[in-house]
């Protein structure tokens, strides 16, 4: 069985090899939806040398997997994936970004076949996750490699931010490495293909998924599935607004309208530092204006038993005790669906402040996050008294962060960084550690750890 998935793999991936000889040149980040990602022209060097270094680990694994199982070459895939890390360093981020995107996009990346360690498996929202592991928004912002992704073993993705109308961000370069430092900087300004397009993606990718989903389920099977509306993995969708949008609220009930039927829950972005004016809405009235208009949108339409998907709303890190007391409270008496705590700082936290491209303006993620995020995250876990489920997101680079931001207060948590850096082979590994961590303090699930530290 693992000669032929070596097989396999090695076949489709010269057949790709060859259909990618055709893509045209570079495309920017507002292009319309086409039916496959394009790699840029200016990044052929940085394709060749993933494409070689993918050819040879293929072929080394043929001739390795003869001797063991399906599970033992699994995970000699990922941590296979090790080996091909300093090729994407070689390139500029942007570049490296985007080709790890397009690769994800093909399939050139490990498939998880292994079980999640069952202590990880959670229900939010009437949704089993298999794992509280999540990739944060900002690395699928146009959908394009949704499948791919959920395969690697994350317990969910988010893809976006996503607006109304395809717009190409801010001039480049705009995504700058701290790499000793375990960061990024970037201030891409909602760079996004536009909801047209990431629609016609996401309702390809639906259909496709419900039909494998259903060709593969045994309805002799009850029990019960881990995954959303179409089939395994959980899919969330944030929304954004567009620079010169005048009526946000417009913007994002416009994302509702158009999304929402994909996703397994939607989140309003308000909180990225580099759109002019969008952390004003963080504010106690135009937070309560926008969500309460956002929610009417979302409950207007006809949705199944099921029901509409929930709502979320995304904070900053760079808020004083006052304001965190009237989102809380404005969550509370809205009844929002969860919080995610937190997307980039504008700071620059020790040691970042003595690295000179510190001084790039933009949204700071990564280790240097780690400490403020989480503070954030316990003071909103204690102000809505455990009531709304936190996803815990910034500085998240191994199990035991994972662990810490659960006991914080999160239900579920992100990366985003972390994988930039440490690519496919640091799923699982978050995953173990966390699950050790969990038994180590003698919990049974995720959900008894939630808010440990704060009770």
């Known amino acids: 069985m693992a000669i032929r998935t070596a097989g396999k793999l090695f076949k489709d991936l010269v057949r790709q090899r060859v259909i990618s000889t055709s893509i045209g040149p570079s495309r920017h980040c507002s292009s319309a939806a086409a039916s496959a990602p394009k790699i840029p022209h200016s990044s052929k060097k940085g394709r060749r040398l993933l494409t070689g270094a993918t050819i040879g680990l293929i072929i080394a694994g043929g001739a390795y997997v003869s001797t063991v199982d399906e599970a033992t070459f699994c995970g000699w895939l990922f941590s296979a994936t090790k080996l091909v890390n300093p090729f994407f360093a070689l390139l500029d981020a942007e570049k490296a970004h985007t080709l790890a995107v397009a690769a994800a996009s093909r399939g050139w990346v490990p498939r998880e076949k ?3 360690p069952a202590i990880l498996g959670l229900e939010v929202w009437g949704r089993k996750f298999s794992n509280p592991v999540g990739l944060s928004a900002g690395f699928d912002k146009n959908a394009e490699a949704v499948e791919g992704l959920l395969g690697m073993g994350f317990g969910f993705v988010e893809v976006g931010s996503v607006t109304p109308v395809p717009q190409e961000g801010n001039i480049r ?12 900087i970037n201030r891409c300004g909602f760079n996004s293909e536009g909801i047209v397009a990431v629609a016609k993606r996401l309702g390809a990718q ?10 593969s389920s045994s309805p002799s099977n009850d029990e019960a599935k881990h995954g959303g509306k179409a089939g395994p993995g959980i899919l969330g969708v944030n929304l954004g607004k567009n620079k010169t949008s005048e009526d946000a609220a417009a913007d994002y009930v416009q994302g509702v309208h158009t999304l929402s039927q994909y996703a397994d829950y939607l989140v309003i972005n308000v909180s990225s530092p580099n759109t002019p004016g969008l952390r004003m809405l963080q504010g106690r009235k135009q937070l309560k204006d926008l969500v309460k208009r956002v929610q009417a949108a979302r409950d207007e339409m006809q949705w199944g038993e099921e029901g509409p998907p929930p709502l979320l709303v995304k904070i900053a890190p760079d808020l004083s005790k006052d304001d965190l007391e009237d989102i809380a409270a404005v969550a509370l008496a809205l009844r929002l669906d969860g919080l995610i705590i937190s997307n980039t700082t504008i700071s620059r936290p020790d040691p970042v402040d003595k690295n000179p491209v510190s001084a790039e303006a933009g949204g700071l993620s990564g280790e240097p996050l780690f400490n403020l995020s989480t503070n954030i995250l316990k003071e909103m876990y204690v102000l809505t008294r455990g009531k709304i489920p936190l996803i815990g997101c910034g500085g998240i680079s191994s199990g035991e962060d994972a662990y810490k931001k659960i006991r914080a207060g999160a239900t579920l948590v992100q990366l985003y960084t972390a994988f930039a850096y440490g690519g496919p082979a640091l799923i699982p590994q978050i995953k173990a550690e966390l699950a050790e961590c969990l038994e180590r303090d003698g ?3 995720i959900h008894e750890a939630v808010g440990a530290d704060c009770r």
């Open 206 to 215: 639906h259909g496709k998924r419900k039909l494998e989903t259903s060709s």
């Open 443 to 445: 919990f049974k699930s």
């Open 114 to 116: 292994r079980p999640d």
């Open 173 to 184: 370069p705009r995504i700058f490495r701290l790499r000793q430092e375990g960061a990024i």
